[in-house]
T-cell receptor
Framework: NAGVTQTPKFQVLKTGQSMTLQCAQD?????MYWYRQDPGMGLRLIYY???????DKGEVPNGYNVSRLNKREFSLRLESAAPSQTSVYFC??????????????FGPGTRLTVL | AQSVTQLDSQVPVFEEAPVELRCNYS??????LFWYVQYPNQGLQLLLK??????LVKGINGFEAEFNKSQTSFHLRKPSVHISDTAEYFC?????????????FGKGTHLIIQP
């Protein structure tokens, strides 16, 4: 049981390049999330998916797209990277199925630098 | 919309001393409350959560927190800290009732344990 996994762990891009961050969970959770973490800002929600086939914008969605490929996988795409997107990106999945267990589980993060 | 304020960006404490990390929230609806810990270069790990019931919540690693609805606070406490508690601590809220919305985080408190 790996929990939430993310690839890659580190990435350096040049301005204008594109890339996709991958996330997978093996806990059979319906809901999945992408956050970014910047120094002194805490974590901010980029996009989320309440269930397979649905996605919604969070607090900071500009410059990103997401795909909920199936129940396990939720990817985040940067079409044209900008230096302002330099950040640490965390994927999470949420256990909402049982009373008293509403908890988000986080992956290890992807550290992205855009030059 | 919800918001979370962590009043201290850094808290230095001597080893074996007690500590309190403060968290206040604002919301027009009922919320769930969480404390997460982040060790250097790692993801977030759940310390404890308040969903309903007893307002005093006990978590892992000897931490506890008390939900105070009238003060809209959820302060984290530990009676005796250890060097290994050095980490970033995040308070977070989500809307109660089983919706899929993501977490709203505070900006974090860096707990520094001094020998």
């Amino acid at each position: 049981n790996a929990g939430v996994t993310q690839t890659p762990k580190f990435q350096v891009l040049k301005t204008g390049q594109s890339m996709t961050l991958q996330c997978a969970q093996d806990m059979n959770h319906n809901s999945m999330y992408w956050y970014r973490q910047d120094p002194g800002m805490g974590l901010r929600l980029i996009y989320y998916s309440a269930s397979e086939g649905t996605t919604d914008k969070g607090e900071v969605p500009n410059g990103y797209n997401v795909s909920r490929l199936n129940k396990r996988e939720f990817s985040l795409r940067l079409e044209s990277a900008a230096p302002s997107q330099t950040s640490v990106y965390f994927c999470a999945s949420r256990d909402r199925g049982r009373s008293g267990t509403d908890t988000q589980y986080f992956g290890p993060g992807t550290r992205l630098t855009v030059l | 919309a919800q918001s979370v304020t962590q009043l201290d960006s850094q808290v230095p404490v001597f080893e074996e001393a007690p500590v309190e990390l403060r968290c206040n929230y604002s919301s027009s609806v009922s919320v769930y409350l969480f404390w997460y810990v982040q060790y250097p270069n790692q993801g977030l790990q759940l310390l404890l959560k308040y969903l309903s019931g007893s307002t005093l919540v006990k978590g892992i690693n000897g931490f506890e927190a008390e939900f105070n609805k009238s003060q809209t606070s959820f302060h984290l406490r530990k009676p005796s800290v250890h060097i290994s508690d050095t980490a970033e601590y995040f308070c977070a809220v989500s809307v109660s009732g089983g919706g899929a919305d993501g977490l709203t985080f505070g900006k974090g408190t860096h707990l520094i344990i001094q020998p």
